[in-house]
């Protein structure tokens, strides 16, 4: 089962096309009745601007894989509206002004709204909401006539993200301020994912069945955050305190499905799969989440030349977390397949107390010399209770899991910051960090989960501007430390980054950015290196014209052993390896021959080239061209507005799974109209 797209028939191109017509004339007509500037209304000055548009798409090739780039479709838009009202003197004591802006509003993936009402020293409220849709679906299934189940994730998403908040900023006096604040965030949408049918209680022999078998799923999700609080910000003088105070709840549900009866599971290559079919699997898995808010944080002077700053966080996250899991096919034995049905449960409570304690200083030596100290300690804790039971055939497991996590963490910064003249500025310190994880298992200390880890962060930035011609910057950092807890966590970790900046003319400048890192863990052989290096230049011909080019190259390598713990061999030293190069060459340039005419030019072409393995397994990824232009002309038209012509270009290209690339034209017509 797979998210369908489907193209438009001739005659709703036709359509399409009557629309943007209509759309033009009424926006003309809409146009000519007004002069852009400003208009009374409700006691403010208000004026603004419209932006309306029709885009005309055309893909051909894989869709999905443009809508995870692009998902820019066919339709009218409007695209941008902003608002703004100013009062009259003496004519609104409710508020001094006012704004709206949206952008992105009619289907696009990106859209937003805000809206901004304020009276000096009394209140100042702001509301906002975002949307964004995700998209994410590889054509699994262009692999596999080449025998490559393996080179894709098979996981897909169609997802939107909705982020909406209110805050209200309330003055009582030229020192104090009240502060409410309601924040939501939301997702939902469809996800297809793999998941392997294992179970709580299942012998060792069972986890080759299981590895051998990831089933595509279905799994609908549906997420929401609501935090409400409400807070006080008090000044005297140099100290200033805050406090927010409120209440927080998450919750998370999935509904998971097989997408088919009598389905084969995603690795083709064992040809004993074709045998173990799975017949249904589904499950439903939930959490909620709520807390307390408490946040405090305080700055002011002790001394004429000592600064101090401090605050206290404390969140308690806790709720019940409940899994129902039911799937039933066919399992090899021997040489024989048989029946299988298992059904599980699990039941828990979780506990998340969260400490975090900061308090730092900074002493001014003198005019060019300042010290600063911070010191941060945090303290994690999750408490977990469950209880699980599961049914296979006739063989019933049951029992009860105790977790303990203890995650402190000490923070120790020491910085010093030099200014010996207006064009120099030099910055060195150290950080010192402290993690101490301990894993408490049913009562008994897991001592392969449990750590302490300290580490050594020298750190180094010097700004450096002789004239306005020249400017420097560089940062180098070397991280050590004492213990790894993860396999690719490094022991060493040596890098910088350096920015230099040529602007001979007012007209003329290059900037180039040059990045490298080295990290290594010698214990599990894991490497990798970063290269990176960028350079723009941009020239202004002249008032009417400017052109810009761009090139950037990226090496990345690393490589890492893994062992697994349940299956057939091989189960260890496992190599992955990842090794690619990115070049991106970029250029465009902006003119505007003759006034109310302009031309805008931007492209880019991305050209990638390497592999992801894995021991004995398809390449992840490969090769890879990418190319993508947008040039766009402009016409002022007198007391009318901006009409507004756009194109837009673009292929997508991948060497080793051919099925995900697609091009795409773009053409946009818009309208803007200032009022």
């Given at each position: 089962?797979?998210?369908?797209?489907?193209?438009?028939?001739?005659?709703?191109?036709?359509?399409?096309?009557?629309?943007?017509?209509?759309?033009?004339?009424?926006?003309?007509?809409?146009?000519?009745?007004?002069?852009?500037?400003?208009?009374?209304?409700?006691?403010?000055?208000?004026?603004?601007?419209?932006?309306?548009?029709?885009?005309?798409?055309?893909?051909?090739?894989?869709?999905?894989?443009?809508?995870?780039?692009?998902?820019?479709?066919?339709?009218?838009?409007?695209?941008?509206?902003?608002?703004?009202?100013?009062?009259?003197?003496?004519?609104?004591?409710?508020?001094?002004?006012?704004?709206?802006?949206?952008?992105?509003?009619?289907?696009?993936?990106?859209?937003?709204?805000?809206?901004?009402?304020?009276?000096?020293?009394?209140?100042?409220?702001?509301?906002?909401?975002?949307?964004?849709?995700?998209?994410?679906?590889?054509?699994?299934?262009?692999?596999?006539?080449?025998?490559?189940?393996?080179?894709?994730?098979?996981?897909?998403?169609?997802?939107?993200?909705?982020?909406?908040?209110?805050?209200?900023?309330?003055?009582?006096?030229?020192?104090?301020?009240?502060?409410?604040?309601?924040?939501?965030?939301?997702?939902?949408?469809?996800?297809?994912?793999?998941?392997?049918?294992?179970?709580?209680?299942?012998?060792?022999?069972?986890?080759?069945?299981?590895?051998?078998?990831?089933?595509?799923?279905?799994?609908?999700?549906?997420?929401?955050?609501?935090?409400?609080?409400?807070?006080?910000?008090?000044?005297?003088?140099?100290?200033?305190?805050?406090?927010?105070?409120?209440?927080?709840?998450?919750?998370?549900?999935?509904?998971?499905?097989?997408?088919?009866?009598?389905?084969?599971?995603?690795?083709?290559?064992?040809?004993?799969?074709?045998?173990?079919?799975?017949?249904?699997?589904?499950?439903?898995?939930?959490?909620?989440?709520?807390?307390?808010?408490?946040?405090?944080?305080?700055?002011?002077?002790?001394?004429?030349?000592?600064?101090?700053?401090?605050?206290?966080?404390?969140?308690?996250?806790?709720?019940?977390?409940?899994?129902?899991?039911?799937?039933?096919?066919?399992?090899?034995?021997?040489?024989?397949?048989?029946?299988?049905?298992?059904?599980?449960?699990?039941?828990?409570?979780?506990?998340?107390?969260?400490?975090?304690?900061?308090?730092?200083?900074?002493?001014?030596?003198?005019?060019?010399?300042?010290?600063?100290?911070?010191?941060?300690?945090?303290?994690?804790t999750v408490d977990s209770n469950g209880t699980y039971s599961s049914l296979n055939g006739t063989v019933a497991s049951a029992g009860a899991s105790d977790n303990r996590w203890r995650i402190g963490t000490s923070t120790l910064d020491f910085n010093t910051m030099f200014t010996p003249s207006a064009s120099l500025l030099i910055r060195a310190g150290v950080r010192l960090f402290k993690n101490d994880v301990v894993m408490i298992q049913d009562g008994v200390v897991d001592q392969g989960r449990t750590k302490r880890i300290n580490t050594v962060w020298p750190i180094l930035s010097v700004h450096y501007q002789p004239s306005k011609i020249f400017t420097i910057r560089a940062d180098v950092e070397q991280i050590t430390n004492g213990a790894s807890y993860t396999r690719i966590t490094p022991?060493?970790?040596?890098?910088?980054?350096?920015?230099?900046?040529?602007?001979?003319?007012?007209?003329?400048?290059?900037?180039?950015?040059?990045?490298?890192?080295?990290?290594?863990?010698?214990?599990?052989?894991?490497?990798?290196?970063?290269?990176?290096?960028?350079?723009?230049?941009?020239?202004?011909?002249?008032?009417?014209?400017?052109?810009?080019?761009?090139?950037?190259?990226?090496?990345?390598?690393?490589?890492?052993?893994?062992?697994?713990?349940?299956?057939?061999?091989?189960?260890?030293?496992?190599?992955?390896?990842?090794?690619?190069?990115?070049?991106?060459?970029?250029?465009?340039?902006?003119?505007?021959?003759?006034?109310?005419?302009?031309?805008?030019?931007?492209?880019?072409?991305?050209?990638?080239?390497?592999?992801?393995?894995?021991?004995?397994?398809?390449?992840?990824?490969?090769?890879?061209?990418?190319?993508?232009?947008?040039?766009?002309?402009?016409?002022?038209?007198?007391?009318?507005?901006?009409?507004?012509?756009?194109?837009?270009?673009?292929?997508?290209?991948?060497?080793?799974?051919?099925?995900?690339?697609?091009?795409?034209?773009?053409?946009?017509?818009?309208?803007?109209?200032?009022?």
């Amino acid at each position: 089962m797979r998210t369908s797209y489907t193209r438009s028939e001739p005659g709703s191109r036709v359509r399409g096309r009557r629309c943007a017509i209509i759309l033009l004339f009424l926006a003309l007509s809409a146009a000519a009745q007004d002069t852009p500037g400003t208009f009374s209304a409700g006691g403010f000055d208000n004026q603004g601007s419209a932006t309306f548009g029709y885009r005309f798409t055309d893909v051909k090739g894989y869709e999905a894989k443009f809508d995870e780039l692009f998902n820019l479709r066919s339709g009218p838009r409007l695209m941008d509206f902003n608002l703004f009202g100013k009062a009259k003197a003496g004519e609104n004591r409710f508020a001094d002004d006012y704004s709206l802006t949206t952008s992105g509003l009619g289907g696009d993936p990106f859209a937003t709204t805000q809206f901004t009402l304020r009276k000096s020293r009394v209140y100042d409220l702001r509301a906002g909401f975002r949307q964004s849709r995700y998209y994410w679906n590889r054509n699994d299934q262009a692999a596999l006539p080449n025998g490559l189940s393996g080179l894709t994730s098979n996981h897909d998403w169609a997802t939107v993200r909705k982020l909406g908040s209110v805050n209200l900023l309330v003055h009582a006096s030229n020192s104090l301020r009240f502060n409410f604040e309601y924040y939501r965030n939301s997702r939902d949408g469809i996800t297809y994912t793999t998941r392997s049918p294992d179970y709580f209680g299942s012998p060792s022999t069972w986890g080759g069945f299981a590895r051998a078998n990831p089933y595509y799923v279905v799994a609908p999700l549906n997420e929401m955050a609501n935090r409400v609080t409400g807070g006080v910000d008090y000044t005297r003088n140099s100290w200033s305190l805050h406090y927010k105070i409120g209440h927080q709840v998450f919750d998370s549900a999935i509904q998971g499905d097989n997408i088919a009866t009598l389905q084969r599971s995603i690795n083709t290559v064992d040809a004993a799969t074709a045998g173990e079919l799975l017949s249904n699997m589904a499950w439903s898995d939930s959490r909620r989440l709520s807390t307390p808010v408490s946040e405090f944080s305080y700055t002011g002077k002790i001394a004429p030349r000592l600064e101090t700053r401090g605050g206290y966080i404390f969140y308690r996250y806790s709720g019940p977390a409940t899994l129902d899991f039911a799937f039933n096919g066919m399992a090899r034995s021997g040489t024989s397949f048989v029946p299988y049905a298992v059904s599980m449960s699990g039941r828990a409570d979780v506990s998340e107390p969260n400490h975090v304690i900061d308090q730092g200083f900074t002493y001014t030596i003198n005019e060019w010399w300042r010290v600063l100290t911070d010191y941060r300690y945090s303290r994690f804790t999750v408490d977990s209770n469950g209880t699980y039971s599961s049914l296979n055939g006739t063989v019933a497991s049951a029992g009860a899991s105790d977790n303990r996590w203890r995650i402190g963490t000490s923070t120790l910064d020491f910085n010093t910051m030099f200014t010996p003249s207006a064009s120099l500025l030099i910055r060195a310190g150290v950080r010192l960090f402290k993690n101490d994880v301990v894993m408490i298992q049913d009562g008994v200390v897991d001592q392969g989960r449990t750590k302490r880890i300290n580490t050594v962060w020298p750190i180094l930035s010097v700004h450096y501007q002789p004239s306005k011609i020249f400017t420097i910057r560089a940062d180098v950092e070397q991280i050590t430390n004492g213990a790894s807890y993860t396999r690719i966590t490094p022991h060493t970790d040596i890098g910088g980054r350096f920015v230099v900046r040529v602007r001979p003319t007012d007209k003329f400048y290059i900037e180039e950015t040059s990045l490298l890192r080295n990290r290594r863990l010698l214990q599990t052989d894991y490497r990798a290196t970063v290269r990176s290096n960028a350079i723009t230049a941009n020239y202004d011909f002249t008032e009417k014209l400017a052109v810009f080019g761009g090139f950037s190259y990226d090496d990345l390598f690393a490589s890492n052993f893994v062992n697994f713990l349940r299956g057939p061999a091989p189960t260890t030293n496992v190599i992955l390896r990842d090794q690619n190069i990115t070049r991106i060459w970029q250029g465009g340039l902006r003119a505007t021959p003759f006034r109310g005419f302009g031309i805008n030019f931007a492209g880019n072409f991305v050209r990638t080239t390497g592999v992801g393995e894995i021991t004995g397994e398809a390449p992840l990824y490969g090769p890879m061209s990418f190319p993508y232009a947008t040039g766009s002309f402009y016409y002022d038209i007198p007391r009318l507005g901006r009409l507004t012509l756009q194109l837009q270009r673009t292929y997508y290209i991948e060497e080793l799974v051919p099925g995900n690339n697609f091009g795409a034209n773009l053409l946009t017509i818009a309208w803007t109209r200032g009022f």
